[in-house]
């Protein structure tokens, strides 16, 4: 069998989706080595690479919220700091910080208690620990 001439070569490859720049919707822009037949696998699945860190809660204060809890009912503890109802979630995450959703939670007697304003604490949503050098200040009294 001859070997296919240097034009062949060229159509074949163009065909393929290989050798030359590709500008629609491509993603590589350098052209291969002459003679490269280059064919995409059907079972690749293009890399996806994250540009930045994972998103962080933001402090929404340096105190904790002293709220009365109410047994059986339902509350979702923002855990992204950017909700204008602290200590609970308005549902601003969705929009600011889609990684990091409330924290749901039902108590199951009723009490007072400290929810964490900082959103670092190592025991959400309950002003309990954190972590050493920073956080909510100690608990005021009532």
Do not use: N
Request: aromatic share 4%; glycine share 10%.
């Amino acid at each position: 069998m001859l070997p296919p001439r240097p034009a062949a070569l060229v159509t074949l490859m163009r065909a393929a989706g290989g050798g030359g720049r590709r500008r629609a919707g491509g993603v590589r822009r350098c052209r291969d080595p002459p003679g490269v037949l280059h064919i995409p696998s059907v079972s690749s699945v293009p890399q996806v690479r994250r540009c930045s860190a994972p998103p962080q809660p933001v402090i929404a204060a340096k105190q904790p919220f002293p709220v009365e809890l109410k047994a059986g009912k339902k509350y979702a503890w923002c855990a992204c700091g950017h909700s204008r109802s602290q200590p609970f979630c308005d549902g601003t995450h969705k929009k600011v910080t889609p990684g990091i959703s409330p924290l749901r939670f039902t108590p199951e007697e009723d009490k007072m208690a400290w929810l964490c304003g900082c959103k670092r604490t190592r025991s959400p949503p309950l002003l309990r620990r954190h972590p050493q050098g920073g956080g909510c200040a100690e608990r005021p009294a009532l």
